[in-house]
C-alpha cells in the first residue's frame, strides 16, 4: 500500500534523525555547550514519541512496522552523526536531517491525501508544523 510505504519512508528517517540528534547531544563540544546539549534533548525526546506514532498509525493501517536497525538503515539516506564533528557542523547537519524529513513528510502527506486517507494526512501536517518548529530554532541558534 502507497501510504504505508511512505510512512516507512518517515518512520526510517525519523528515527534515524533522532539517533543523530541524541549523538549530537552525547558528543557536542565548546563553549555553548550546555544550551546544545538540553536543545538536542528536547529535539531527541520529541523525534522518539513521534517514531511511536508513525510506528503505530502504520499498525492501524494494518501492516508490519519496520523495527530494527537493519530495517531502518536499509530504507533511510540519513547519514550517520559525525561524534567529532564542531558544534556548528552538528547544527548544519541537523538542518540538512530536518529538511529531508521534511521531503518524505511531504511525500506521504501528498500520498495520503490521494487515498483519501484524513488521519495520516492530519499526523503528517503535525510532523510538518514540528519541524518547522524545530528548523527555525536550530538556524536562530546558527544565526547567533
Ligand atoms: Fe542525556
Known amino acids: 500500500m502507497a501510504t504505508t510505504s511512505a510512512l ?7 528515527y534515524a534523525l ?10 557536542v563540544t565548546g563553549m555553548h555547550f550546555k544550551t546544545l546539549h538540553v ?20 499498525r ?5 512496522t519496520p523495527a530494527s536497525f537493519s530495517k531502518f538503515s536499509a530504507l533511510t539516506t540519513i547519514k550517520d552523526g559525525n561524534e567529532e564533528a564542531s558544534a556548528r557542523t552538528m547544527l548544519e547537519d541537523l538542518v540538512v536531517g530536518h529538511e ?6 511531504l511525500h ?6 490521494q487515498n483519501n486517507d484524513d488521519v495520516t494526512e492530519d ?14 530554532m536550530l538556524r536562530a541558534t546558527l544565526a547567533n
Not at 536543545?39 to 502504520?58: C, N, P, S, T
Not at 492501524?60 to 508490519?64: D, H, Q
Not at 499526523?123 to 527555525?136: D, E, G, S
Open 108 to 113: 506521504a502527506k501528498t500520498t495520503a491525501a
Open 8 to 14: 516507512k519512508q518517515v518512520l526510517a528517517d525519523t
Open 18 to 27: 533522532s539517533l543523530k540528534t541524541q549523538n549530537y547531544h552525547w558528543n
Open 60 to 64: 492501524a493501517l494494518g501492516v508490519k
Open 123 to 136: 499526523i503528517m501536517i503535525a510532523r510538518l508544523n514540528a519541524h518547522q518548529k524545530t528548523l527555525w
Open 39 to 58: 536543545m538536542f534533548e528536547e529535539q531527541y525526546d520529541e523525534l522518539a514519541e513521534a517514531v511511536d506514532e508513525i510506528a503505530e498509525r502504520i
Open 100 to 105: 529531508h524529513v521534511i521531503a518524505a513528510l
